[in-house]
């Protein structure tokens, strides 16, 4: 079946270190690929997404890329703040057509500490 | 322009009874989707709806059921309650095929 397996938290960092976050990922097709904040207390929020192969994903100076030959989109950020300390989410989901709804496929999530 | 709101934020319940939440999507969107996120995990899919009608479900037994109004807000309803309903009830929003959803605070959902 189709799933989504990420790395495990937390992850403690300095402020301004180098963020990764690795995903993997098991889909029969050709899937999205999301990553989702959590922030303690609230519900998620779609940090990037990438819809085909190669495709880069960026914001807020996070970044992913769809590698299809590795099956990975791993997250990066080249200098993190305390601001990011947050729960972190790789997910998927097939396009709308063909009987698919688009339902998200999720890991189980990537805790951020990040210390001053 | 409001986001996805859901009511309400908090819920204490006792193992057999019913409960029933609520979402508003965003505006613009027709489908309304219902994940549940237990401590520590990610969010799983109990089912969507769109057009007023549960177009796919996810492994949830039948206590778990759902409605979507012509409005396109949704409720979601959990018979015969037990402890391991105790989750974090997050409702996300779209616009009918297209990837993006949008999620909304979520229901702490508490059954002692």
């Known amino acids: 079946g189709n799933s989504v397996t990420q790395m495990e938290g937390p992850v403690t960092l300095s402020e301004e270190a180098f963020l990764t976050i690795n995903c993997t990922y098991t889909?029969?097709?050709?899937?999205?690929l999301f990553w989702y904040v959590q922030y303690p207390g609230e519900g998620l929020q779609l940090l990037l997404k990438a819809t085909k192969a190669d495709d880069k994903g960026s914001n807020k100076g996070f970044e992913a890329t769809y590698r299809k030959e590795t099956t990975s989109f791993h997250l990066e950020k080249g200098s993190v703040q305390v601001s990011d300390s947050a729960v972190y989410f790789c997910a998927l989901s097939f396009s709308g057509g063909s009987g698919n709804t688009g339902k998200l496929i999720f890991g189980q999530g990537t805790t951020l500490q990040v210390k001053p | 322009d409001a986001g996805v709101t859901q009511s309400p934020t908090h819920l204490i319940k006792t193992r057999g009874q019913q409960v029933t939440l609520r979402c508003s999507p965003k505006s613009g969107h027709d489908t309304v989707s219902w994940y549940q996120q237990a401590l520590g995990q990610g969010p799983q899919f109990i089912f969507q709806y769109y057009e007023e009608e549960e177009r796919q479900r996810g492994n949830f037994p039948d206590r778990f059921s759902g409605h979507q109004f012509p409005n396109y807000s949704s409720e979601l309803n959990v018979n015969a309650l037990l402890l391991g309903d105790s989750a974090l009830y997050l409702c996300a929003s779209s616009l009918r095929g297209y990837h993006e959803q949008y999620f909304g605070p979520g229901t702490r959902l508490t059954v002692t």
């Open positions: 889909a029969t097709g050709y899937p999205s």
